[in-house]
């Protein structure tokens, strides 16, 4: 039977992410803890507790060297940490004070990069870091969704794009399991799979983006997946993994729980 082998949450999105070994699923379809924080322009189209496309802030998909940053957060004190290397860029508690001290230490970083969408926007800034650190509201998907591929899929992409060493965190996926067929989750599309005790409606193919493109441990777009997915396997969109929305009242879910697709 497949099993969950490693789950994943990111805290501020377009981050680093957070190795767990259980995730509490809400729900609406959201993981607790997960894209509870974001970095959003200040010409945004929408108030800062609402969601909007990724594009309106600063993500991994247009901001490639993110990669190279480590965020931690702490729920339990709101305290946010970015570090690069050995150097910690901000250290701080999410009052006023302390997020007008992230965001600055976050600008200087990004106007530094070679490839941002800051420059000759200067109705961008000044960055707003926006989230409450605990509700989960800036996911790709309106609808939240919890995100889920196979690590056969995983070798099947690296053998397509020619990249033995294609990492899994390059797609950001909140559920890694193994045991089925490469591509198989897929065909769950319409279906509903039961993870441990939760049940889960599987929605659609997740659609992949630029995010792809950046190395996650260098920051560094060496690989064009997008184009070689649709290419090497006839996609019409680059697609791996899928979306999912929880049913019924959601629960915890841990490494090592089995998978079962339902009737």
Not at 39 to 61: M, S, T
Not at 232 to 256: C, D, H, N, Y
């Amino acid at each position: 039977m497949p099993r969950v082998v490693a789950l994943y949450r990111y805290p501020l999105k377009g981050f680093t992410p957070e190795h767990c070994t259980t995730l509490t699923v809400l729900p609406e379809g959201r993981v607790a803890g997960d894209r509870v924080l974001a970095f959003r322009f200040a010409n945004a189209p929408v108030a800062d507790d609402q969601w909007c496309r990724k594009y309106e802030g600063i993500v991994l998909a247009n901001t490639p060297g993110l990669a190279r940053l480590n965020a931690q957060f702490d729920q339990r004190e709101l305290r946010l940490k970015l570090a690069l290397g050995g150097q910690v860029l901000a250290d701080e508690t999410l009052d006023a004070a302390g997020r007008k001290r992230i965001v600055e230490a976050l600008t200087a970083y990004v106007l530094g990069l070679k490839e941002h969408p800051l420059r000759n926007h200067p109705g961008r800034l000044p960055l707003k870091l926006i989230g409450d650190g605990v509700t989960p509201r800036y996911q790709d998907n309106e609808a939240g969704q919890v995100t889920l591929h196979s690590r056969e899929t995983i070798a099947s992409a690296a053998a397509g794009l020619r990249d033995p060493r294609l990492s899994e965190h390059r797609f950001r996926s909140n559920i890694a399991i193994e045991g089925i067929e490469p591509w198989a989750e897929q065909a769950w599309v319409g279906r509903s799979i039961r993870i441990g005790g939760v049940e889960f409606d599987v929605m659609k193919p997740k659609v992949r983006c630029l995010a792809t493109h950046a190395n996650p441990v260098t920051g560094e777009r060496d690989l064009q997946v997008m184009q070689q997915l649709m290419r090497s396997f006839a996609q019409k969109e680059p697609t791996l993994g899928v979306g999912m929305l929880t049913r019924g009242p959601g629960g915890a879910i841990r490494v090592g729980d089995p998978v079962e697709l339902l009737p």
